[in-house]
């Protein structure tokens, strides 16, 4: 099942969106500038093959919801989200804050 939601966060507009797939989910939260994601993300490709794209990313894994990618502590972020403030650790809604 595929559900995309608008999310807010201190007054600034997101997009949800979840996918159900067999044994685990999609989720990614993103506006016009970049998202963060699920565990799906490969930041290393981000970072390595597609370097010249400057994706703003970041990658939370354990997560369960939207909810959850919000709150959580991103394990990875990608370089061009490291040139913004963006840094491993910080919760998704502060990384996503960052993006405005």
Do not use: W
């Amino acid at each position: 099942m595929y559900n995309q939601v608008p999310i807010t966060v201190d007054g600034h507009s997101f997009t949800g969106v979840s996918l159900k797939l067999p044994k685990t989910n999609f989720l990614s939260i993103s506006n016009e500038r970049g998202y963060i994601m699920c565990g799906a993300l490969d930041v290393q490709l981000l970072n390595e093959k597609l370097a010249d794209r400057k994706i703003v990313a970041g990658r939370a894994v354990g997560v369960r919801s939207l909810d959850d990618l919000l709150d959580a502590p991103l394990e990875s972020v990608t370089l061009a989200a490291e040139e913004l403030g963006i840094e491993k650790g910080m919760k998704g809604r502060d990384a996503l804050l960052k993006m405005i």
